[in-house]
DNA sequence: CTGGGTGCAAAGTATTTGCATGAAC
DNA sequence: GTTCATGCAAATACTTTGCACCCAG
């Protein structure tokens, strides 16, 4: 478990009972588009409104304490930031996983045709996770 | 110079004036958001819709004509179809480039690690380019 | 106390749909 | 002639904004 609130003070936003809840959600599933987090912020909050939540969501993007993560063919999702890392989507359940590759040799043939200045790589494999095949 | 009718055709899309502009246009420029498409068209076709252009942009979509590119930061941009590529995403000037890069080493190294079965690989990197440098 | 967050309602933006007309085949 | 695309208007979906009230610090 996180502590949600420590980590909000950390990235200078103030500690309320949503944003404390927006994290848990969060840290418990890894990754949430906008629905299903309101969906679910519903249940302990039954007058919580879309506006917050989108207030919220783009608050900690702006201090990079999220990730929005744009996934072919979907709606975008949210994750807590953390070491850069690839996603596998499912096609089949829809479950994303995080995943830890090394990128250097990728970047190191990328060098070899182009001078392009790399800051940052965003890496997507679509297809089917162990449970689905 | 691509022959838009003919490439239409194969995909079972009737050949209009509209379409041929579209295909034209990505021709030409590689990859484009829906606005700057519609705004090229409007000088072509000043009467036409923007449901024009979504609702061919989705069909074309459909028959795997049309990719769409979700890059982080930006709006969606549409390609036309061809080989697996990754994206060079310049923060600077915003252009997109297109490089073709082996990603078998990649998809090893994910092997290695887990069972998931890779369909595609979305590969998008963010930085400055040559002349932005 | 003070600044900033919340929820509501309204506005703004993006995308889709239904339909009458017209063009492609 | 039949099928399907176009453009318009309306509907829907998505996201942001303004404001009165309230809570965190």
């Known amino acids: 478990m996180v502590n949600s609130s420590i980590l909000l003070k950390e990235y ?3 500690v309320t009972p949503q944003r404390v809840a927006i994290v848990d959600e969060l840290y418990k599933h890894g990754h949430m588009n906008i629905d299903e987090l309101y969906k679910n912020l519903l249940e302990k909050f039954p007058s919580i409104s879309l506006a917050t939540i989108y207030k919220n969501i783009n608050a900690m ?9 744009k996934i072919p063919e979907t709606k975008s999702v949210y994750e807590l930031a953390k070491e850069e890392h690839s996603h596998l989507v499912c096609q089949s359940c829809g479950k994303i996983e995080d995943i830890v590759l090394d990128t ?16 940052s790589t965003e890496l997507v494999f679509s297809g089917v996770c162990q449970n689905c095949q």
């Open 104 to 119: 250097t040799l990728l970047q190191n043939s990328l060098k070899g045709v182009s001078n392009f200045k790399v800051e």
């Open 61 to 69: 993007v702006d201090k990079i304490f999220l990730n929005e993560v």
């Open 12 to 14: 200078d936003l103030k």
